[in-house]
Every structure is written in structure tokens, then in C-alpha cells.
């Protein structure tokens, strides 16, 4: 049932309007999420076909969310017939349906960030360039270039668009040409290729932009900010001729840059769909209007936006507290304290976020909590899916689905060690080459004990019944995936591998947490594809689904956790919160020092800046350091220049005590008096 009645007049007016281009300026906290789903249902109501309508957003969790939504507005049956998926998850479907437009065998694997890194890696050994170049940031450049729709052809001729910073085109177009000669070898695409390789078709092959016509007729994005080149040029090629595209975003929100997002994209977006009608929802209903005073005072400093002013009906009058300190084992020690003040008053742990620039910043913070005995739990580090453990129980996965792979092969042919050591695996391969079939055929020739020693075929037998046994059980239903995903773990060994070889016990412990969590993820994955259009389950849907799944797995436990958070302000985009920490607000942090080149790059640190503040339902409190550990010494710090743009109003701006007009000396006498009066008054005590 839809909630149009309970929307706000601007909310109203956006999602009443299915026709032609719309662009909705959604602050933060304005209720988008709900005006986008009622958007659909109104549509839904004027008899527009659910299977014409495509959403796109950036996240799966975002989308399973806002299909749940739409079905209890509708019916279950209408919610799956809707397309609402990632920006990847759209195009991949077409290069699925329609490979050979694509350039692509019918089986192309897609892979993990891992082993795209690993293709690099390769690409530098080939070169004879290894250690010479940093694989990751090879791969970052390379993933930008197909965000921006550079081939390495272009590369070379230098035609670059003025935002893509290459530090060598040279270097850098020789790894990207033997990169892609890699995917076309192992029958591989990436993470970019989903959206590069439907551009490129779509300007090539007017039989592709026919045929998604006739499936699509209308287009709506979420988080229309955060597009890149790439994914722009999807909406335009297939939303410009008919129109019906609502993009819904926050040019204030804009902080992600360095993923190939335009700031500018919004004004892109009215000049290539001309007649846009602009909707600006303003009216807030997360934060204090306190908070947004705030906010709206320091984003006005930012050039080039569209424009608006959030409010909010709350009466809440509590200021915003701004605290500085002498340095930063002073500060967590204070947001420890601060805390568990708020949980005297009744304040849950899991109400409370602590935000920061950098991963750097939350050791010192974290110890504080815990010393004070503050349950908390700290997000980001080294990515889930990027951990040993995950990456070889997923190539276990991928050969289960598809024994051709044979990158997932190589990985685990000898993981756990199994006595097939590196001479036997350069033998498979030159076998393989030389009869012209895959390493997997190879394996389960009949005669594979007449081309290697009696040990070594009796370890290639056992690993190649491992395989089959994985490969031969049916995948029909989310129950049969994660029936697999546990049969994975025990004919693979990985479990008792990480119980012998994983010494340090809580180390030993996660591993082995992270391992078993996997096939349960499995089955919820398996479930949200039996939710969509598509109800059946098949090797190629599952891999799909997994490999561009960016939410790590999660129990129902660690979902529950009571926890305070400490995150990035990157990863808290998109949160509230009723208590926020935002710590670290120096220069050189907040705006990070590798963001001081161009105004632009300030200007998105500002935004980054106001992310962090409208997290905040009620409490915002804002700290920095005088002095802050550099590696093996402590460096004096500034003020961040974004504190002296918010009000100077102590009704919006509590600055308690003001260290910043003492001296480093004269903090440095203060704190000894402090402790010489602490230590005499703990003698004192003793006599008593």
C-alpha cells in the first residue's frame, strides 16, 4: 500500500511524476529512500509494466531493501518482477544473455579483487618489472581508466580525459594490454568490464540498444552523486531517446572521487536530458536543527552547487561540542570518558559512532574504550573478501560451479598442501598446452598415472574427487548452496589446515569464524536471487551474485552487537546515529594533506566533513589534537580550517575549554600540575 499521503508536498511531487526527466536534490535525512519507493508504486498505479522499470543503486543491501519495501507497498509477485539491482548487476545481465556481443565465451568467469591484482602481478613478471611498480596501484590506475572508458589503446595515443591522472601512460598501457590479454585468456572479465564492455557495445551495436529498449522504458538511480564516466554513459545511451530517467542525489554528498564519482554529475545530467524538471527535498528528519545549522553554514563554502538549506522540526536545543586537547592519547582518553557519561544517562553503546579520516586514528581511540570497559567494534581494515582464507574457500566455489576455471585451479590445486608441489603443476600446464585442452581435462584423463610419478598421480587423483564430488551436487534451492559451501569446507581441509598451521590463537580463531560464516552467506545470497525476476539458481547466478556482493557476511549475533562503532567517515556515508565522535579535525587529516593540491580536492574534504556531521540525530561532538604520533614522534598539529567556518554562536557551538590558545609548553606545565596534585592526593588517601 502506498504511503503518498504521508509524504511532505516536495516529497509528494516527486514521486507523483513517471514521465520525462526528473532530478531529485535529496538532502541528507530528507526521506529519499521512501519518496524513491513510493516514486515506484506511483508509477506501478498508472499502469506502467513492473518488468519496464529498472532501479539502479550502489549497494546490494540498499537494493534488497528497497525491494522488500516496494512489495509490502504492492505484492510479493509485482516486487520481483521489478529490476532493482547495482549499477554491475544491470550490465552484467547483458553481457550473460547476449556474450557474443560482448566479445566473450558463453562461460567468462568474473573475478575478485584479488585476483585481478594477481593478473597484474603477472602482467610485471612478464615485463621483468617486479618490484620496479606496486601491483595494487597498477591496478587502481587501471581501474580507473575503465571507469572513465580508457582503453589501452588510447593509452597510447594519449587521449585522456582531463580528471584521469596517469603517472606513466607508458608504463601503464603495457601492463593493461597484457591485463586484458590475461582475462581473454582465462575467459575472464572484472569488476569494470560489467560496465565498460555495455558501453562500448551499446556505441557499437545498435542491435543492443534495440533490444534493452524493448525490455526498459523507464530508469531510476540512486545515489546519482556517486556515478562514475562509465555508469553515466549506460544511462544515457539507454534513458536519452524515450527520456523517463529520475536520478536521485546530493551534490553535497559527493566523496568519492577517487572511485571515478563527478561531482559535476548532476549538471551533466540537465545539459544531456534536457527539460529536467529539479525537485529539492529539504526538509530533515534525522538531525537537530542545531546540527543542520551547522551544516548548511559550512557547505555554503563550497562553489558550484545547486543550492539548498536543510531543516527539521526538532526541538532539540542541545549545542554541538567542540573540544581540543593536548594530544591524541588525551582525545580518546576524553571520548572514552564521554561515553560511558553517555551511558550513565541511559545511552545504548550501539547509539554511539566515532568517525575519522583515516584507519590510522582508531587504535589509539579503541584501546581508550576498551580500557574503560566500553564494548565497541571498529569497521574497515583489510577487506572480508580479501583475506587467504575466503579467497581459497571461493576458488574451492568457483571450481565446484565451473572446473574450467583455471585460475581458481592454480590456487588451491596444493591448499591445504597436498604433495602437489610446483614442478607437477608447470607439467599439467605444459600437458595441457600441448594437447590443446584445459589443465582440468588433463586431470581426469584416465591415463594420468602413466605421466606422473605413482605419488604424485595418487594427489592429483584425490584432489581431482575432491572436485567432482563438489561438482556434482545440485545447487536447486538456497538450502542445496549451502549444503555445498559446508561439503566445500570439509573434503577441503581448509578448517583443519587453519587449525595446525595458525599459531596465535585469536588469529587461529578468526580464521576459522571467517571460514564458517561463508556458507550460511551463501544461502542468504542464493535467497535474494530466488526474490528476483529470475527464480531459478544456477552456478553462473550464484558466482555473479557472490562476486559483486560489497556487504561482508554477517551473523545474527554480530548484527545485534551492542557495540559503539568506530568508522570511517567514508564507511559511515548513508548511517545515523543518535550520538556522533568526530575525531582527528587537523590539518593534514581533516582536509586530509593528500587532498590540498586543488580547490576541488578541499572542496570534497568539506563535503566528507559534512557527511560526518549530518550522521548525527542529537549529539555531535568535535575534537582535535595539538600534538599527534607521526610514526616514532609526535608532530604538532593545526586546527582544521573547516572548525573556524561553522558558527560562532555558542548556541550552536559549544567550545568548552579552548587548549588551542595554550602553548605546547604551557600545556605541557598544566597537565604536570595536574598529575603532581593527583599523586598527592592519592598519598593522602594512604594516610588516611
Known amino acids: 500500500m502506498s504511503d503518498i499521503h504521508l509524504l511532505n508536498p516536495e516529497q509528494r511531487a516527486a514521486a507523483c511524476q513517471s514521465e520525462g526527466p526528473v532530478m531529485i536534490l535529496a538532502g541528507a535525512g530528507t526521506g529519499k529512500t521512501k519518496v524513491i519507493t513510493n516514486r515506484i508504486a506511483w508509477m506501478l498505479s498508472e499502469g506502467i509494466d513492473p518488468l519496464k522499470i529498472a532501479a539502479m543503486t550502489f549497494t546490494n543491501k540498499a537494493a534488497k531493501e528497497m525491494r522488500e519495501r516496494i512489495m509490502l507497498m504492492t505484492t510479493p509477485e509485482v516486487g520481483r518482477k521489478l529490476s532493482i539491482s547495482t549499477f554491475h548487476s544491470f550490465c552484467l545481465q547483458f553481457l550473460r544473455r547476449w556474450p ?69 601512460p607508458d608504463i601503464l598501457s603495457a601492463v593493461y594490454s597484457l591485463y586484458e590479454r590475461q582475462l581473454r585468456l582465462n575467459s575472464a572479465i572484472d569488476f569494470d568490464d560489467c560496465i565498460f564492455k555495455v558501453v562500448q557495445a551499446l556505441r557499437k551495436h545498435e542491435t543492443l540498444k534495440t533490444r534493452i529498449d524493448k525490455r526498459f522504458s523507464h530508469y531510476l538511480v540512486d545515489e546519482f552523486q556517486d556515478t562514475n564516466a562509465g555508469q553515466f554513459a549506460v544511462l544515457e545511451e539507454l534513458a536519452r531517446e524515450h527520456g523517463n530517467v529520475c536520478v536521485v542525489g546530493d551534490d553535497d554528498q559527493s566523496i568519492y572521487s577517487w572511485r571515478g564519482a563527478m561531482y559535476e554529475t548532476l549538471e551533466r545530467f540537465e545539459k544531456v536530458f534536457q527539460g529536467t524538471r529539479l525537485i529539492r527535498l529539504e526538509q530533515n528528519y534525522r538531525c537537530s536543527n542545531i546540527i543542520l545549522k551547522a551544516a548548511n553554514t559550512l557547505i555554503k563554502n563550497n562553489s558550484r552547487r545547486k543550492g539548498k538549506t536543510l531543516w527539521s522540526q ?72 580479501e583475506r587467504k582464507e575466503v579467497r581459497d574457500f571461493f576458488a574451492y566455489l568457483n571450481l565446484a560451479l565451473n572446473p574450467q576455471d583455471r585460475l581458481a585451479l592454480w590456487r588451491v590445486i596444493n591448499v591445504p598442501p597436498r604433495g602437489i608441489g610446483l614442478k ?106 530466488s526474490v528476483g525476476a529470475e527464480e531459478e539458481i544456477s552456478g553462473k547466478k550464484l558466482m555473479d551474485a557472490l562476486c559483486l556482493g560489497n556487504e561482508r557476511p554477517e551473523s545474527s ?66 575534537t582535535w589534537a595539538r600534538m599527534r604520533q607521526s610514526g616514532f614522534r609526535k608532530e604538532q598539529q593545526k586546527m582544521s580550517r573547516f572548525l573556524s567556518e561553522l558558527p560562532d554562536d555558542p548556541s550552536i557551538i559549544n567550545k568548552e575549554e579552548q587548549e588551542e590558545l595554550l602553548s605546547p609548553e604551557e600545556l605541557e606545565s598544566r597537565n604536570r600540575k595536574s598529575t603532581l596534585a593527583k599523586l598527592a592526593q592519592f598519598r593522602s588517601s594512604l594516610g588516611k
Open 100 to 168: 557474443s556481443l560482448f566479445d566473450l565465451d558463453h562461460k567468462f568467469t568474473l573475478l575478485g579483487t584479488g585476483d585481478q591484482q594477481d593478473l597484474v602481478r603477472r602482467a610485471l613478471d612478464e615485463k621483468k618489472w617486479t618490484g620496479l611498480f606496486k601491483a595494487d596501484e597498477l591496478h587502481y590506475q587501471i581501474s580507473q581508466c575503465k571507469n572513465w572508458l580508457v582503453s589501452p589503446e588510447d593509452l597510447q595515443k594519449g587521449e585522456l580525459p582531463p580528471q584521469l591522472f596517469v603517472s606513466d
Open 314 to 385: 526538532s526541538d532539540c536545543q542541545t549545542p554541538i561540542l567542540l573540544r581540543s586537547f593536548s594530544d591524541s592519547t588525551e582525545e580518546a582518553r576524553y571520548i572514552a570518558e564521554k561515553c560511558q557519561s553517555f551511558r550513565g544517562f541511559g545511552t545504548k553503546p550501539g547509539d554511539i559512532a566515532i568517525l575519522y579520516r583515516a584507519n590510522s586514528q582508531a587504535k589509539a581511540i579503541e584501546m581508550a574504550l576498551r580500557e574503560a570497559g566500553i564494548p565497541c567494534k571498529t569497521y574497515g581494515g583489510q577487506s572480508f573478501f
Open 557 to 622: 549475533e554480530n548484527q545485534n552487537e551492542n557495540k559503539v562503532s568506530l568508522m570511517t567517515i567514508h564507511a559511515s556515508k548513508g548511517l545515523e546515529f543518535p550520538v556522533i565522535f568526530v575525531a582527528g579535525l587537523e590539518e593534514g587529516l581533516m582536509p586530509h594533506k593528500n587532498s590540498l593540491e586543488t580547490q576541488e580536492q578541499v572542496c570534497e574534504e568539506r563535503r566528507l566533513f559534512y557527511v560526518a556531521i549530518t550522521r548525527a540525530k542529537q549529539h555531535l561532538i568535535l
Open 424 to 529: 607437477t603443476q608447470e607439467h599439467i600446464e605444459e600437458l595441457a598446452k600441448n594437447s590443446g585442452v584445459s589443465p582440468w581435462e588433463i586431470l581426469n584423463r584416465s591415463d594420468i598415472a602413466s605421466s606422473f610419478s605413482s605419488s604424485a598421480a595418487a594427489h592429483l587423483t584425490e584432489f581431482t574427487s575432491i572436485i567432482r564430488q563438489l561438482n556434482e551436487m545440485p545447487i536447486e534451492n538456497p538450502a542445496q548452496c549451502q549444503k555445498l559451501g559446508e561439503a566445500i569446507i570439509q573434503l577441503s581441509g581448509l578448517a583443519d589446515h587453519l587449525r595446525k598451521e595458525v599459531k596465535h590463537v585469536l588469529s587461529r580463531q578468526h580464521k576459522i569464524k571467517n571460514l564458517m560464516s561463508l556458507p550460511t552467506w551463501i544461502e542468504q545470497v542464493a535467497s535474494n536471487i
